[in-house]
Each structure stands twice: as C-alpha cells, then as structure tokens.
C-alpha cells in the first residue's frame, strides 16, 4: 500500500526558509507528477508547485522566485524548499504524488500534511 508522508513544517520568522520533504513508501513501478499543495484556514487548497517526471516544474505565482521544487527519482521525494518566507505562506502543505501502481495504471495520493507558521 503506497503512503506520503510529509515532514519539514514548523514556525519561521518572516524571511526566514524552510525545507519540506515528502516521501513515497510501498511497491509502485514509478512516478509521475509530484506536487505540492496548501491550504490556509477558511480558504480553498491551492496549487503551490509541481514537478514532472522529466524535471519541469510549474509555479504558482506566489511561489515564483522564493520557492523550488525537486525531486529524487531513487528515493522517491518529493522536496519543496521555501525562501523568503511571508506571513500569507501560513498554511497546512500537502504533498501529491500520480504514482503507477501497475505498469498501466496510475492513482493520486496525498500525505497527510505538515503545518507551516510564518510568523514573528
């Protein structure tokens, strides 16, 4: 059975980084998009990044400049480093993955979430 687990939230100054890790256990034959998501209190869960399995990346424009995603194929993680960090990134950050769970069949999954406070 395939679970994402997050890790890497916490409270930061405004201006300060943080580094968000999100791993992928059980059997899959691979990985497609992995992606990164949020959602504040009292609003919708946003798209903050998303990567493919060939390195191309999308941001939201929130995200732009301040945040990168990567990833590593062989340990199947997904990272979401987070600079210049603002008090309106406060949110829960959740992590999705499209993993093949058949040579032919691909499903959605989603971690559990990891809290990030900006706040002074």
């Known amino acids: 059975q395939v679970q994402l687990v997050e890790s890497g939230g916490g409270l930061v100054q405004p201006g300060g980084s943080l580094r968000l890790s999100c791993v992928a256990s059980?059997?899959?034959?691979?990985?497609?998009?992995m992606a990164w998501y949020r959602q504040a209190p009292g609003k919708q869960r946003e798209l903050v990044a998303l990567?493919?399995?060939?390195?191309?990346?999308n941001y939201a424009d929130s995200a732009k400049g301040r945040f990168t995603i990567s990833r590593d194929n062989a340990k199947k993680v997904a990272y979401l480093q987070m600079n210049s960090l603002k008090p309106e990134d406060t949110a829960v950050y959740y992590c999705?993955?499209?993993?093949?769970?058949?040579?032919?069949?691909?499903?959605?999954?989603w971690g559990q979430g990891t809290q990030v406070t900006v706040s002074s």
């Open positions: 990567i493919s399995s060939g390195g191309s990346t």
């Open positions: 999705k993955m499209e993993i093949r769970i058949r040579i032919a069949t691909s499903m959605y999954y």
């Open positions: 059980g059997n899959s034959f691979g990985i497609n998009d």
